[in-house]
């Protein structure tokens, strides 16, 4: 009961912040002035008549030289609209600006480009994930020892260079001057071909970089503090051998604290990293969310800030929620 | 002993009367908390490190910008991409800084480079050394990529600076006109006609690659446009200075020639000027902006901008930026989080909530809301408003724990049953004993700011470009366009800065917190 009222709460607080979050961005949006201005080879009545559909303006009228008049609805009620529309029939409306996606669904593009971002970053956490986790368990029992210096000169180093930095190196070294694999990742939408596979690898490769260092570090230091545990002598003398005490006790005391962030690692596969998207030509979600900004495609801007904002605080809450469910002390202590 | 409570006070004496006890003064000098901390980090081998080079990058941030005629502004196509180049190097046999690239070609693109660094009398190949592969296909030599860019186009100029060269030439004795070839002698298709390199005769003029026609001893044959002496031709204009074939002429069939360095056309005069000189000739004589001479010490970006003072003025933007928006972030964050510690309760819960929501809302979000509303006008301001709004909630966050450690305290206790008001407990007692921790979170700001700045120059959302300054993050930008040109060093020295940069900062701040706090010591790395 009481963490179906604690998981209540943190999940009530979180939508209130990601419903503030969503109008606040939606009225500082319909403040601009709305784009109207018809791109070229299209009928400027007919995107007045769009405009008019999707409740942002009413009242048009044509004046003198092909400029027309209109008036605009208040915030409020275009809000409305707005999200009623999203609740009924999951639309959120057709893209205006973005001329290579004109007039198509936002959602159904939004959709078509996920598959890249989530491939990539779910391949990047399952190679990061582990390899981080050794490292820092390698480091942790061995501690000051020669393995733990060449680890922790590695996980200073990964931590320290910045990815777009690495991401680069990666670019220029492996794609381009030995030739591993292509300069950018492959536009095919057969994602599961060995071609494509390759053309994902050095994205893949420089995103798992960063989690490899994340991990190991945080691994290393939650394990070496187990380690010195007194529970862990007790473990000991009551005649358990080293490698026994340690995957029974210490393992699953150091993992309480870092199966969370694995879990909130996975929530945030969907959002994957501007960064690497744009420097491996990744047609993912970053791609578009930067370009809907350039091309101020408003409608897109929404469904996409609203989707980064949910993904992030969807990812928190995860490991607030995990921990009462992991831990037995906090959840046997609630009873 | 039944009235020991009335002893009376003769009764008492010394027990050792010649040997009374006094607290011995202290030996050693009073340390204080500064000091020993200042102690700790002088033993960090690594954050003293750390400091020297964020110290050097500060100086470099700073004065660089004084020491180069180049600003972020300048650019000049024809000298895109050339490479690094330093004095130092440039004269040396050493094949590295000298701006100079490895290229490897056929025989053809060797014969080129071969007839410009014969005619102007340049080391278009470093040293004039080649080394050819074994079946006589390829050509590999260190390609000098600011001579190699010899004449470029046929230039058109007025007749007023033909003349100011020709005073230049006379004055100076520094060759920038050279002859031109006689329009007819030109090879014929568009991409060729206007290459103002092609001085030879080649072999046939109608094709697109363009093989020079060699006389017997193997030498390229020039294909000057020459006049017999005394001849006029309303389309050569009068020259009256250096001229490559002697004061006198060249003599053929015992008659007087002389080439023309040139041809009149509508809208002025039509020359071949070496870009070498013509450059230091425009620079010193015309622009006069300080520019000596094509030297550019990091080289040039696709769009010849120097890598050099885009690095010095993105590095000076970049520390006053973080700088500032860390300390107006020190400021909001420190008052907001002392009020919310101190006080706590109700004022707390709402001041933290209100943080929550406000850090909740992605950068990239409020940096493009604000940028539809700003319009183009102030990017910086864009990028100042953007760090400062979400900012300050770490720092606030920071100081909020250390209320919570200190205000129930004896000594702050102490102070309130002394009447000490609630500011002064907060900013004398408190404030003070949490410092060391807020100084430190304040030295890790300054990176991750700029990294982030860095990250949205990168990503294009901020350009910096228009007010003649530029980011780091635009020059990785350019860098990696310039991967596929077989330029890395355009992206090598940006991110050479930002890894310093990170890395020395990173060591310092731990250091720091270490040095102020020494029993977090290593629990954190």
């Known amino acids: ?335 | 002993m039944d009235n020991i409570n009335n002893i009376p006070a003769e009764k008492f004496r010394f027990s050792q009367r010649n040997d009374l006890y006094h607290d011995s003064k202290f030996e050693t000098k009073p340390v204080s908390y500064f000091q020993g901390a200042f102690r700790r980090f002088r033993k960090n081998k690594g954050a003293v490190v750390g400091g020297v080079v964020i110290a050097v990058l500060v100086l470099f941030a700073i004065l660089a910008p004084f020491f180069t005629p180049f600003t972020p502004a300048y650019y000049d196509m024809v000298y895109a991409y050339v490479t690094p180049k330093t004095n130092l190097f440039a004269n040396s046999s050493i094949d590295f800084w000298d701006g100079c690239r490895n290229k490897e070609t056929n025989k053809i693109g060797y014969l080129k480079d071969l007839a410009l660094a014969l005619e102007t009398g340049r080391e278009v190949i470093k040293d004039g050394e080649y080394t050819v592969s074994e079946d006589g296909s390829t050509y590999s030599y260190r390609y000098d990529t600011y001579y190699g860019v010899g004449f470029g186009k046929y230039k058109i100029i007025s007749p007023e600076e033909f003349n100011d060269i020709q005073r230049y030439q006379n004055e100076t004795g520094r060759q920038v006109l050279y002859p031109v070839v006689k329009v007819a002698d030109r090879p014929t298709l568009e991409k060729n006609k206007y290459d103002a390199n092609i001085y030879y005769k080649v072999e046939n003029p109608n094709v697109a690659t363009l093989r020079p026609k060699l006389d017997a001893n193997g030498e390229i044959i020039p294909n000057y446009w020459k006049y017999e002496a005394g001849d006029t031709n309303s389309l050569i204009a009068e020259y009256n200075s250096l001229r490559i074939e002697g004061e006198n002429g060249i003599e053929e069939d015992g008659k007087q020639y002389f080439y023309a360095y040139g041809r009149r056309v509508d809208g002025g005069i039509e020359v071949r000027a070496e870009y070498y000189e013509y450059y230091i000739y425009q620079h010193n004589e015309v622009k006069k902006d300080g520019i000596e001479e094509p030297l550019f010490l990091f080289g040039t970006t696709q769009t010849g901008k120097d890598i050099f003072a885009c690095l010095a003025y993105g590095a000076r933007f970049s520390f006053i930026f973080a700088t500032v928006v860390a300390i107006a972030n020190f400021i909001v964050g420190v008052i907001w989080g002392s009020i919310s510690g101190y006080f706590g309760g109700k004022i707390d819960l709402f001041m933290e909530r209100f943080a929550e929501i406000l850090g909740a809302i992605p950068t990239i979000i409020v940096i493009t809301l604000l940028k539809y509303h700003m319009g183009t006008a102030s990017q910086v301001l864009v990028l100042f408003i953007a760090f400062f709004l979400t900012g300050w909630i770490g720092m606030a966050g920071r100081t909020r724990m250390q209320f919570y450690r200190f205000k129930n305290q004896e000594y702050v206790l102490a102070a309130r049953t002394l009447g000490a008001r609630d500011v002064r407990i907060m900013f004398k007692h408190i404030f003070p004993n949490g410092l060391g921790t807020i100084v430190t979170s304040f030295a890790l700001v300054i990176p991750g700011m700029i990294y982030s700045e860095t990250s949205f120059t990168y990503l294009g959302i901020i350009n910096l470009e228009a007010g003649n300054t530029t980011s780091v993050g635009t020059l990785i930008a350019a860098g990696q366009q310039s991967i596929m040109a077989n330029a890395g060093y355009v992206a090598l020295f940006p991110c050479m800065f930002l890894v310093l940069m990170m890395l020395s900062f990173n060591l310092f701040g731990n250091g720091l917190r270490d040095a102020f706090n020494p029993s977090l010591r290593g629990t954190e790395d």
């Open chain 1, 1 to 335: 009961m009481y963490m179906f009222k604690y998981v209540s709460k943190r999940l009530g607080l979180m939508l209130f912040t990601f419903f503030i979050i969503f109008t606040m961005c939606f009225v500082l949006i319909k403040l601009l002035p709305i784009p109207t201005n018809a791109l070229p080879g299209t009928d400027p009545e007919i995107v007045m008549k769009t405009l008019e559909g999707r409740g942002w303006i009413t009242n048009i009228r044509e004046g003198e030289n092909g400029v027309w008049y209109y008036d605009r609805v208040p915030i409020l009620i275009q809000f409305g609209t707005y999200i009623k529309r999203i609740l009924t029939q999951g639309d959120f409306g057709i893209v205006t600006t973005y001329g290579e996606y004109l007039n198509m669904n936002i959602w159904q593009v939004f959709v078509s480009h996920l598959p890249p971002t989530i491939l990539i970053n779910i391949y990047s956490t399952l190679i990061g994930v582990p390899i981080g986790l050794g490292l820092g368990i390698l480091a942790a029992l061995k501690k000051n020892k020669w393995q733990d210096q060449v680890i922790n000169i590695f996980i200073i180093l990964l931590i320290s260079v910045p990815s777009i930095v690495l991401a680069l190196m990666i670019q220029y070294v492996f794609c381009f001057k030995l030739g591993w694999f292509p300069l950018t990742m492959s536009t095919s939408n057969e994602y599961f071909t060995w071609e494509v596979f390759r053309s994902m690898l050095p994205a893949v490769f420089a995103l798992c970089l960063g989690s490899i260092a994340h991990y190991a570090r945080y691994t290393r230091a939650e394990l070496s503090e187990v380690l010195t545990g007194e529970f862990m002598l007790l473990a000991r003398t009551k005649g358990l051998t080293r490698g026994q005490a340690i995957y029974r006790h210490a393992m699953r005391n150091s993992m309480v604290v870092i199966f969370p962030s694995i879990l909130s690692e996975f929530i945030s596969v969907l959002s994957g990293s501007l960064i690497i998207e744009k420097m491996f030509g990744i047609n993912g979600v970053g791609g578009l969310y930067l370009n809907s900004i350039t091309f101020q495609d408003y409608d897109f801007f929404m469904l996409l800030s609203g989707f980064y904002t949910l993904v992030s605080l969807t990812a928190g809450i995860v490991i607030d929620i995990s921990y009462g469910f992991i831990d037995p002390r906090i959840r046997m202590g609630a009873k």
